[in-house]
């Protein structure tokens, strides 16, 4: 395993760690650890949302707005928000 060192963090950051590491049961090492594998596994959880093709990314907006107008049962509205009733 690799080691990371952190230079000039301010007294109030390390106080703040301090405490919340006491809080979780854990050493300031064991803490900031657990703080870097979080971040590590959001990282990956982000590349994968990232590569993941949403659906109906591909639509415009007046489909958009005309299939939320559908959903709520509007589906009398065009695309501009007219009805087609005078």
Do not use: C
Not at 5 to 20: A, C, G, H
Not at 55 to 62: E, F, I, K, R, T
């Amino acid at each position: 395993m690799g080691a990371i060192q952190v230079k000039d963090v301010p007294d109030e950051v390390r106080e703040i760690l301090t405490v919340e590491a006491k809080r979780s049961g854990k050493s300031l090492q064991a803490y900031l650890l657990t703080l870097l594998e979080r971040e590590a596994r959001f990282v990956r959880n982000r590349e994968i949302v990232e590569q993941t093709p949403l659906p109906g990314a591909n639509l415009s907006m007046d489909e958009i707005v005309m299939a939320v107008r559908a959903a709520r049962g509007d589906e009398a509205s065009d695309a501009h928000g007219e009805s087609g009733v005078v």
